[in-house]
């Protein structure tokens, strides 16, 4: 593990930790060279499917960009950074079970809009105008009109 101070190569283990799900080992070292401790996370690397984008082009799943646009659509909302995370998670495994090479985007934005719904509706909302590119105020509103439909059903 390189130094983020220095760049020296050779670094000790101080402690390890796993989190709660036992996915995650956080590791204090302390580098060698220039004595400054740092912070690693390791995660464990499994096979997940290919995204097949609507214009056909093939493109590896992405972690990052999942959690920057969830992050986008949480904004200023009661969503914690560890809610994002486990919300990624979920979606990370069903890719996992999912059990093909290749997945159509098309689903995995599905699999976010469900589950965005039940997290946060103004999340949901956020990330829909963009997903679905609504092209006027007509289509935010039968939205919003579904949402409101759904949750007097609810109520019921």
Same mark, same amino acid.
């Given at each position: ?6 760049? $020296? ?5 101080? &402690?390890?930790? *796993?989190?709660? #799900?036992?996915?995650? %080992? ?10 400054? /401790?740092? %912070? %690693?996370?390791?995660? *464990? ?12 082009? /093939?493109?590896?799943?992405?972690? $990052?960009? =999942? ?15 560890? &809610?994002?995370? %486990?919300?990624?998670?979920?979606? +990370?495994?069903? *890719? ?13 934005? +599905? ?5 965005? $719904?039940? *997290? &946060?509706?103004?999340? @949901? ?5 963009? @997903?679905?590119?609504?092209? #006027?105020?007509? +289509?935010?509103?039968?939205? =919003?009109?579904?949402? =409101?439909?759904?949750?007097?059903? #609810? &109520?019921?």
């Amino acid at each position: 593990m390189k130094c983020p101070y220095c760049g $020296h190569l050779d670094n000790k283990v101080i &402690d390890s930790r *796993l989190n709660k #799900d036992a996915s995650i %080992t956080r590791r204090r070292r302390a580098c060698i060279s220039c004595d400054q /401790r740092f %912070t %690693t996370y390791e995660r *464990l690397e499994v096979m997940v499917p290919v995204l097949v984008k609507t214009d056909g082009r /093939r493109e590896p799943w992405d972690r $990052h960009k =999942l959690v920057i646009g969830l992050q986008k659509a949480c904004e200023k909302r009661p969503v914690s950074r560890d &809610d994002i995370d %486990t919300f990624a998670d979920e979606i +990370e495994h069903k *890719l996992q079970d999912f059990g093909a090479k290749e997945i159509p985007s098309k689903v995995v934005g +599905e699999w976010v809009m469900e589950g965005l $719904h039940q *997290l &946060d509706e103004v999340a @949901y909302v956020r990330f829909a105008s963009v @997903y679905r590119q609504f092209k #006027d105020v007509n +289509e935010f509103m039968d939205e =919003l009109k579904s949402i =409101l439909a759904a949750r007097a059903d #609810d &109520d019921s």
